[in-house]
């Protein structure tokens, strides 16, 4: 697979993941590193996701997941994340799952068909990261596995209403089909009719994430504190995508949005001095409805 005569994991996170680099400055240096190697490794898997309409590119994902599965790899990103699951004892099976999850989204060009598949198909390629990322955070493992996939699935909603032009260009639609007429990618692209159709299925999937948002900050308290503000501040950010797509009023067309620096900076400031609008945002109590579609899910309750 990897030659690997260079690996640098914060330097993938930095060249890829900017908000999440962003955000990393604010965790301990040994956590930020370790959180560092676990996005480089589901970067890489998410990279050959999505050039794998070869069947080269499937084979090696199949392949990644037998190495998961024998612990022996010669792939230098998938050897040390073995290295990173046997020192926090990350549960294999939601690595298994994440793979599982990347090659049924390179053997089908995935259509969403309604929302229960919408909530699976985040949790497969970002809940899983959540329950994985925790036990680097320190977070406790028994009581913080449901918010830490929901804040996953949040986020993956935040790319995937961000991410709609350029994902019907590849071939995908994320947006459930029943919610823009059971439109294909093509479709989407071509129909003048769907510009405002999809622009309210966008409006639809960031309420939903938003309640996702809100669960996923009930787990904060069950971070340390030093680890605390970096997560708060990387689901802010993050969140905010969405923001600045409702200020456009999500006019997708256009193509992907970002967070200014400036912006970052004011968000990381204002949860840092405890005005984080997300950790304010929390319900008092969970919502079992949120995770009932992923009943029998590794971490789900």
């Not at 330097?11 to 190697?37: E, I, V, Y």
């Not at 600045?244 to 992907?256: C, I, N």
Request: one cysteine or more; a neutral charge.
């Amino acid at each position: 697979m990897n030659d690997g005569n260079q690996y640098d994991a914060a330097a993938t996170m930095k060249r890829n993941g900017k908000s999440f680099w962003f955000a990393s400055l604010f965790l301990p240096r040994q956590t930020a590193s370790d959180a560092a190697r676990l996005y480089a490794f589901c970067r890489r898997m998410d990279d050959l996701a999505d050039a794998a309409v070869t069947d080269e590119n499937r084979t090696l994902l199949a392949e990644v997941r037998n190495d998961l599965r024998r612990g022996v790899s010669s792939d230098l990103f998938v050897k040390d994340f073995l290295v990173l699951a046997q020192q926090y004892e990350l549960p294999q099976d939601a690595a298994d799952y994440l793979i599982a999850a990347f090659i049924e989204d390179a053997a089908h060009r995935v259509h969403v068909e309604d929302e229960a598949e919408l909530v699976r198909y985040c949790y497969g390629v970002a809940g899983t990261v959540g329950l994985m990322m925790s036990p680097i955070l320190g977070a406790d493992r028994r009581r913080a596995g449901e918010a830490a996939v929901h804040l996953g699935i949040a986020m993956q909603m935040t790319n995937i209403a961000r991410d709609v032009l350029e994902d019907a260009k590849n071939g995908r639609r994320y947006l459930p089909g029943s919610w823009v007429e059971h439109r294909g990618a093509g479709e989407i692209l071509v129909s003048s009719e769907s510009r405002q159709e999809v622009s309210v299925a966008i409006a639809r999937l960031l309420e939903l994430a938003e309640r996702y948002y809100a669960s996923a900050a009930l787990g904060f308290p069950l971070i340390p504190r030093r680890a605390r503000t970096g997560i708060e501040i990387a689901a802010s950010v993050y969140r905010e995508i969405g923001i600045v797509l409702r200020r456009k009023q999500y006019a997708w067309w256009d193509g992907r949005v970002t967070v200014s620096l400036s912006r970052k900076l004011w968000i990381a400031l204002r949860v840092c001095l405890g005005g984080s609008y997300l950790a304010r945002m929390t319900t008092e109590s969970r919502i079992p409805e949120l995770s009932r579609p992923l009943a029998g899910l590794p971490g789900a309750p």
